[in-house]
Structures are given as C-alpha cells and as structure tokens.
C-alpha cells in the first residue's frame, strides 16, 4: 500500500488518480498510525514554502516523515513536496524592494541547500520541459528523452548560488536530474529510499505515469529483496538447529 500525505496540499487528488491508474493500493491520510503501515509515502506539494511547511507541521508531518525514513521505507516528494526536503526556501520573503533578502523558511533539512528564486524575467516556469536524467537512473528509466510538466517559480539551483559547499560535494547530486530555465536546478534527486521530482509526474502524461511505475517497481523490488534476504536468514537458522 502506498500512503499519499494529506496536508491540505492541491494536488492530493489528482496524484491518487495517477498512481490507481499504475495499478496501485492507494490511500490518502494524514493518520500516522495507518502510515506507518504502508509500504511508501508519497509527499505531494502545491503552493508557497512556507504554506506547504505550515501545512505539513499542522499534521505533524516532519515526524510522519522521519519515522518512515528511519524504517528505510521508500520516500516520493513531488514539487513543493520535493522542496521541503531541502534546509529552507526563500519564498515570499523576496519582494521587490529587496529582492535578495536572505530570510527563509525552515524546511525538513534532509538535504543541504536553499530552494531560491530562478534567475528567469519570466515567471512561473510553466510547462513541459526536457531533463538530463542522471548517469544509471532507475526513476527515468525507459523515458529519459521525455517531457515533464512544471509549474514552479521557485528551485534548486545546481550551481553554488543555489547549494551550500557542503551539498555541492553531497552524494545526493550524484542522483540528481537536472533541467535548465535561465539556468540550470534540480529537477529530480534519487537518493537511497528517498526519490523526489520538481515537476508534477501525475500532470505529465504517459511519461509521468511511467516514472511513477518505474518508483513503484522498484520499491517493489526492494520489497521482494528484503523479503527474501529474511527467508534465507530464517532458512539458514533452521538448518543450523538440525
């Protein structure tokens, strides 16, 4: 089963249709004790930073999250919801009498990096765009040369404006996707049990369903893996006791 985080966020509904349409148990909740008990989590996220933080803490999301990352349970984030992931965003601080302010929202600090502006005269990044999956990506598989749909004004820049020192030598960029719209931001992270996307895969046509199949199998994979590493450990008891 897979649990979609309902804290108020836009897309909820519209993300539920897509991952049912990939043939998968869904349920949306915001119960911790019913989360807890899925296989995945998918955080969706549609609005400012800030209001998505709000949201989230409301629900006592941060925890939701942290305890299904500790049980090493796959994680999906999807626009805002990837954002959040990241130490802060600077969204709605900016205004244009002092369009660098530096005041942020605090977001969960799972990754190293400030979710700024993007350098573009015309916003919102709004449509289909192309990405460079990275090197042996498991979530593109199959759709690299494809489309996907944003709606963002707001990013991860893949350059030193946009990340700390530390995150630009973070293991996390070696799985991260990258797209350009006046300049180059992550548009994708594969990291551990964590994946998240920029864009809105539920929007994005055949190709996003299919990135979802793609997270989809592959916890399934995980899932198989696990299952089958305690039977040989359980096989391996029994036959040790003889």
């Known amino acids: 089963m897979i649990a979609i985080l309902d804290y108020g966020s836009g897309n909820i509904r519209s993300a539920e249709r897509a991952f049912v349409r990939t043939g998968n148990n869904v349920v949306v909740t915001k119960d911790s004790d019913l989360i807890s008990r899925a296989d995945a989590l998918v955080v969706p996220g549609v609005g400012a930073f800030g209001a998505c933080m709000s949201g989230l ?4 999301g941060d925890r939701i999250i942290s305890q299904h990352l500790a049980a090493k349970k796959p994680l999906l984030g999807i626009c805002v919801g990837m954002q959040i992931l990241f130490d802060s965003g ?6 244009n009498s002092s369009p660098n302010s530096h005041e942020s929202h605090t977001g969960l600090g799972i990754f190293p990096g400030v979710v700024s502006k993007l350098k573009h005269p015309r916003l919102p990044h709004m ?9 042996g990506s498991r979530l593109f598989q199959g759709i690299e040369s494809e489309r996907f749909y ?3 004004s707001y990013a991860i820049s893949y350059s030193s404006s946009g990340l700390s020192s530390s995150a ?5 960029l070696l799985g991260a996707t990258i797209s ?8 994708a992270i594969e ?4 994946c ?6 539920e929007k994005s046509g055949d190709a996003g369903l299919q990135l979802l199949r793609n997270w989809s199998d592959q916890r399934s994979e995980e899932h198989t893996s696990e299952l089958q590493s305690h039977l040989n450990l359980v096989c391996r008891l029994l036959l040790e006791k003889k």
Do not use: C, D, K
Not at 90 to 95: H, L, Q, S, Y
């Open 196 to 201: 998240a996307t920029q864009f809105h895969p």
């Open 90 to 95: 600077t969204e709605n601080f900016a205004t």
């Open 191 to 194: 990291s551990g049990n964590i």
């Open 150 to 152: 944003f709606v963002h």
């Open 127 to 135: 449509g289909w765009n192309t990405v460079v999956p990275s090197q």
């Open 180 to 187: 350009e719209y006046g300049e180059r931001f992550i548009a």
């Open 168 to 172: 630009l030598s973070s293991r996390y």
């Open 57 to 60: 803490l409301s629900v006592q």
